[in-house]
């Protein structure tokens, strides 16, 4: 399945059809630290942070409604899914903030909107304006006003690099500027639009991750949208709902 018929998946599944297996009895790690058992299948050694690890320190602005958000004002707080995007790009970088409204609507449908931040940095800070990640939302249907959901914007292209390839792990280079990392999950620009100011299109990660309120990798999804399972987003819906109970 390519990346627009799974974007569609997205936006057909509804919330709906993520009922039933959702309400299991939550699970609890055996680290005693993270609500999920740790995940059946081996990741390597990835150099991002994964189950059970802390997640990297950040403190970073939203421009479109003014907070600052930071790991330490999360922390005690409310459990937080984050991802990395940029707004040039409509296709798989579209996906991963249909996916967080997914997650968002259900959280304002069952009530733990309070309980969970929805992060998305751009690391094309210097494209992404307050306006154009007010129009991206809009065009993936994030309800900006509901509260929970925050687009974070480093203060420079090359700030937002050296966060996403030195901080969170999650590399992020130019057709013409390295290459990122193996351990799944690239993604090249594709032909609607993207693009990158050094030259070549960005080459990053379609990673998502899942973080509990005291600051603790539940889940990082380095491959969230190839779309090899129609049924990946109930079973994210699913882990989100536990961390966050």
Avoid at 8 to 17: D, F, H, I, K, Q
Avoid at 136 to 163: I, K, Q
Avoid at 204 to 233: A, K, Q
Wanted: proline share 6%; aromatic share 6%.
């Amino acid at each position: 399945m390519n990346r627009r018929s799974y974007l569609r998946v997205l936006g057909s599944a509804g919330l709906g059809t993520l009922a039933g297996c959702l309400d299991a009895v939550p699970t609890i790690g055996e680290d005693g630290r993270t609500a999920l058992s740790p995940p059946e299948a081996p990741r390597g050694d990835p150099i991002h942070p994964t189950h059970g690890e802390e997640f990297p320190a950040f403190s970073l602005p939203d421009p479109i409604d003014g907070d600052e958000l930071s790991l330490s004002g999360l922390k005690g707080e409310r459990a937080f899914c984050m991802t990395f995007v940029y707004t040039s790009c409509v296709d798989a970088c579209g996906t991963l903030v249909r996916l967080l409204q997914l997650i968002q609507a259900d959280a304002l449908e069952r009530g733990y909107g309070d309980d969970l931040a929805l992060l998305a940095m751009t690391f094309d800070p210097e494209t992404d304006d307050a306006e154009a990640l007010g129009e991206y939302a809009e065009r993936f249907e994030v309800d900006l006003d509901a509260g929970g959901f925050h687009f974070l914007r480093p203060e420079s292209n090359d700030h937002a690099r050296s966060l996403m390839n030195r901080r969170f792990g999650v590399p992020v280079a130019s057709d013409d500027g390295g290459d990122v990392r193996e351990g799944g999950g690239g993604h090249r620009g594709s032909d609607d639009g993207d693009h990158d100011h050094g030259g070549g299109h960005p080459l990053h990660y379609y990673m998502l991750f899942v973080v509990n309120d005291r600051g603790i990798v539940e889940r990082s999804y380095p491959n969230v949208v190839d779309g090899r399972e129609e049924t990946r987003p109930a079973a994210i819906i699913e882990d989100v709902r536990r961390v966050v109970r």
